[in-house]
Nanobody, 127 residues
């Protein structure tokens, strides 16, 4: 069974950090491009970050998080992480882990290249 399970969300203050974890099962994680989307309250889902697999490693970030967020993966643990620093109230959203059909990290920003979504984890930043 294909599954993406997120954890690590919570409520923090502006300027704080959080690390989200996504554990993957049911497919060959080491050959899959994975990433994160988020959906702020009352808004559409938006791309956050993505990373390709070992042989074509690359990362891509949304402009809004570049320099503050870092995506990484541990193929041995079938896990992908999102380290979020200097969080702002505008980062408040439900964060979704995703697996894609593309080998290009930047192409993960197109939802047509996403084949699997996690259930999401809430991140709330208080000012």
């Amino acid at each position: 069974q294909l599954q993406l399970i997120e954890s690590g969300g919570g409520v923090v203050q502006a300027g704080d950090s959080l690390r989200l974890t996504c554990t993957v099962s049911g497919f060959t994680f080491s050959q899959t491009t994975v990433g994160w989307f988020r959906q702020p309250p009352g808004k559409e889902r938006e791309f956050v970050a993505a990373t390709t697999w070992r042989s074509g490693r690359g990362v891509y970030y949304a402009d809004s998080v570049r320099g503050r967020f870092t995506i990484s993966r541990d193929d041995a643990k079938n896990a992908v992480y999102l380290q979020m620093n200097n969080l702002q109230p505008s980062d408040t959203a439900v964060y979704f882990c995703v697996a894609g059909t593309t080998r290009a990290a930047h192409a993960m920003a197109d939802t047509s290249n996403i084949r699997l979504w996690g259930q999401g984890t809430q991140v709330t930043i208080s000012s």
